[in-house]
């Protein structure tokens, strides 16, 4: 079941994350997630869906179907996904409104108070 966008994609990581599942043709979307690890506690996980399990939703967002538990999505919810460009480096940039703080090296980070119960 797909359900309203919950992540909003831009333009620039639509097109990257159309890139790479034209490439992987097992790809159905893009998985999103949120593991505890990492010097402030969170991590963001991202990959190529190749299947859904029974806790997982979909949602879309710029065309693409974003696959996510809900645990995760609580903790994304209204958070934009961007694919930038810094130097040599390229990746996604999470801008989420739920983030208190991030360590230094921006593996990681920590939620608002309240977010994480």
């Not at 790479?20 to 869906?49: M, P």
């Not at 693409?64 to 209204?78: E, F, P, T, W």
């Not at 409104?97 to 991030?102: I, R």
């Amino acid at each position: 079941m797909t359900t309203e966008a919950a992540i909003n994609l831009t333009d620039t990581a639509k097109k990257h994350i159309e890139t790479v599942l034209a490439k992987d043709t097992d790809g159905i979307g893009l998985r999103v997630g949120v593991k505890t690890t990492g010097c402030s506690g969170y991590q963001y996980v991202i990959e190529t869906a190749k299947a859904i399990n029974d806790e997982e939703k979909i949602i879309e967002s710029n065309g693409i179907k974003i696959v996510i538990d809900d645990q995760s999505l609580r903790y994304l919810a209204g958070t934009e996904l961007d694919f930038v460009h810094e130097g040599l480096s390229a990746g996604f940039k999470f801008n989420n409104p739920n983030v208190e703080d991030a360590c230094g090296c921006g593996e990681s980070f920590s939620l608002k108070q309240g977010m994480e119960n």
